[in-house]
Nanobody
Framework: QVQLVESGGGLVQAGGSLRLSCAAS????????MGWFRQPPGKEREFVAR????????YYTDSVKGRFIISRDNGKNTVFLQMNSLKPEDTAVYYC???????????????WGQGTQVTVSS
């Protein structure tokens, strides 16, 4: 069992930056693949970024490539999402997730946080 708690969301102007954190408790965090997903207002949840257990493998959805960076610190049981050059269309509730398989589908992740709101004003 893994519990995930996101933090770092907030209101930011377009072009600004935010760093999301996801703190994990429970066993074997370092063995899990981690992902970030988001749900824009009125839309379905969508994949943002993923990272494998040892940070060798990362992958991003096209709309955030070159702007967002996913990273993890297994010693601190935390995964991060550095978001730069934010746009109004990045406005969403952001969720972190943990799973035993590295993938881009929400179905591949077993554990989910409660989400943190990110709002980007124009």
């Amino acid at each position: 069992q893994v519990q995930l708690v996101e933090s770092g969301g907030g209101l930011v102007q377009a072009g600004g930056s935010l760093r999301l954190s996801c703190a994990a408790s429970g066993r074997a965090f370092s063995t899990y693949a981690m992902g970030w997903f988001r749900q824009p207002p009125g839309k379905e949840r969508e994949f943002v970024a993923r990272i494998n257990w040892n940070s060798v493998n990362t992958y991003y959805t096209d709309s955030v490539k070159g702007r967002f960076i996913i990273s993890r610190d297994n010693g601190k049981n935390t995964v991060f999402l550095q978001m730069n050059s934010l746009k109004p269309e990045d406005t969403a509730v952001y969720y972190c997730a943990a799973g035993s398989r590295l993938g881009s589908s929400s179905l591949e992740y077993t554990y989910w946080g409660q989400g943190t709101q990110v709002t980007v004003s124009s």
